[in-house]
């Protein structure tokens, strides 16, 4: 039912095109779809390849898997992603299962038994905690965006993980499947993204909540591999990593320019986050500091606090909470901006968190004081019930923003107008769309944005001007995007270093041919 619910929910999805970085990957960039680069993705030794996602082989294996069976249809690589989803929304339901089982068993939690609740109760108890998770409009990011399906694959191996380890029977005696499986998908979650420090984590926390007491090999295997093939792969991910590169020659900074500026930024992020999770409004595919604007610093340290110190306070209460704590928190770990990433803040990021989410509420619904009490914990599932509703005509509208990209750069402007991101990719969506005008006035917005200092503005504005009939304004603004970023002149270079879409690229060359022809 959880996964008839799901793709259910979010079959609208499938009739979306490419979006973002989907138009680069899949439909620009040959490196998918030439069966020549499977044996660099399997051995990992993409890793000293200057190519996307060269840091995720797991993740390119995924979407390579798709390119053999779509070629460059958008409809399977979205297929595949729902189905994904769906498969890691019965994982949660399974993991938050066997928590509850252990609190029935006795294994150390301060759950107490309670009166048994009506079948329908039971049921809506069991369901809600996922379906909060299967529905969520946070998730639809990931799901709907093929090359943000690392995040996808980092929930998957993660939670298999631990399932395969709550799964583990001392009196079975030969659990070496078990073990290996668990530093198997501690190596694939790590392989998939950086997130997938998650899966050891999550691991740990099991044993040391429930399985500390425990004698045999199986535990220091399965935690320690997996903890030694995680901490090899970064290694090799970051003394592997191609420098210089095409693809990357601009590297990541620091939102608001350095790293003591970004630590003052990271609360507001953190709090951003804890409403986007509570209160899913104003989601946006580009978040800037124009995106914390309601959460000034001070009261972005109070709601990291209050989130903290309710989690501490939840597990205290019931220890089982330690380990939706841990599928919350360690995630985001690798996204708190102590380096510098591309992203400050992203949807995507909060995939697995949210599954965490979902696995606290399971909890609380499951917890001692909540079996003393039930007919407070009927109007809870009352409120449950209401809330997945919300959350589902939330997810379903928030599926209409990623089905194409006029869609999604019309949303992401309205939302943070102070993203050059969202008002270039309004303007170019907005010109193939045949809106020259509106793609006109995004353009010069964009331009406006950067001081005039990004030239592929320039040579969007140059674009526009062309599709009016105004060649002498477009040669000109033409002209100032080749002064400010000279590598313009070679649209067929800037597609191989996947730095401009094959169709803009088309039209460019053609404009630059008009110009010469002119001149």
């Known amino acids: 039912m959880l ?35 499977w044996l660099d993705v399997l051995s990992f030794r993409v890793l000293a390849r200057d190519v996307l996602d060269f840091n995720r082989p797991v993740h390119l294996a995924s979407l390579m898997l798709d390119a053999a069976a779509w070629g460059k249809q958008p409809f399977g690589y ?37 009166g048994p609740l009506p079948r329908l109760a039971t049921a809506l108890a069991a369901m809600l905690p996922p379906l909060v998770f299967a529905v969520h409009p946070v998730v639809v990011e990931a799901v709907c965006e093929p090359t943000f399906r690392e995040d996808l694959l980092v ?77 090899s792969f970064l290694a090799a991910r970051f003394l592997l990593e191609p420098s210089p590169s095409k693809i990357f020659d601009a590297r990541p900074q620091y939102p608001g320019g350095s790293l003591a500026a970004a630590m003052l930024i990271e609360p507001r992020i953190l709090a951003l986050y804890a409403q986007l999770v509570l209160l899913p409004v ?6 800037g500091l124009h995106s914390v604007g309601h959460l000034p610093l001070p009261v972005a340290l109070a709601v990291v606090a209050g989130v903290v110190a309710a989690g501490v306070f939840a597990v205290r209460k ?21 380096l510098p990433i591309y992203k400050a803040a992203a949807d995507r990021y909060l995939y697995l968190p949210v599954a965490g989410v979902a696995l606290a509420v399971g909890l609380l619904l499951d917890g001692s004081w909540l079996a003393r009490r039930p007919a407070i914990r009927e109007r809870l599932l009352i409120a449950g019930v209401v809330g997945v509703v919300l959350l589902g005509i939330g997810c379903t509208e928030r599926q ?19 993203a050059f991101t969202a008002a270039s990719g309004l303007a170019e969506a907005l010109r193939h769309g045949g ?4 793609a006109e006035q995004a353009a010069r917005r964009a331009i406006q944005l950067t001081n005039g200092t990004r030239g592929d503005a320039w ?15 477009a040669f000109e603004a033409l002209d100032k995007a080749v002064e400010i970023d000279p590598r313009l002149a070679d649209p067929e270079g800037r597609v191989r270093d996947l730095a401009m879409e094959r169709p803009y690229a088309d039209d460019l060359a053609e404009l630059l041919a008009r110009r010469n022809a002119a001149r």
């Open 3 to 37: 996964a008839a619910i799901t793709l259910l929910f979010f079959s609208p999805t499938l009739s979306g095109g490419f979006v973002y970085d989907a138009r680069v990957q899949i439909a620009t960039d040959p490196f998918l779809h030439d069966p020549a680069n």
């Open 78 to 114: 979205r297929l595949t992603s729902v189905l994904l989803h769906a498969v890691n929304v019965v994982l949660v339901w399974a993991v938050g299962r066997k928590l509850c089982a252990a609190a029935a068993q006795g294994d150390g939690t301060t759950h107490a038994p309670g």
């Open 155 to 231: 929930a998957f191996f993660t939670l298999s993980g631990l399932l395969l380890a709550m799964g583990h029977r001392p009196a079975d005696g030969n659990d070496g499947w078990r073990a290996a499986g668990c530093v198997a998908c501690s190596l694939l979650a790590i392989g998939s993204k950086e997130s997938g420090i998650a899966a050891p984590a999550a691991i740990t926390v099991y044993w040391l909540l429930f399985r500390r007491g425990e004698r045999g090999w199986f535990w220091p295997v399965a935690i320690g591999g997996a903890k030694l093939v995680v901490v």
């Open 282 to 287: 104003n989601l946006c595919a580009e978040y």
């Open 318 to 338: 019931d220890r089982r909470m330690a380990i939706a704590a841990a599928v919350v928190v360690v995630p985001l770990l690798p996204v708190l901006n102590v």
């Open 400 to 418: 209409k923003v990623w089905a194409n990209p006029l869609a999604l750069w019309s949303d992401t402007f309205r939302k943070n107008p102070a």
């Open 435 to 438: 809106r020259l005008p509106e």
């Open 459 to 473: 040579a969007t504005l140059a674009l526009v001007l062309h599709g009016r009939g105004r060649d002498a304004e």
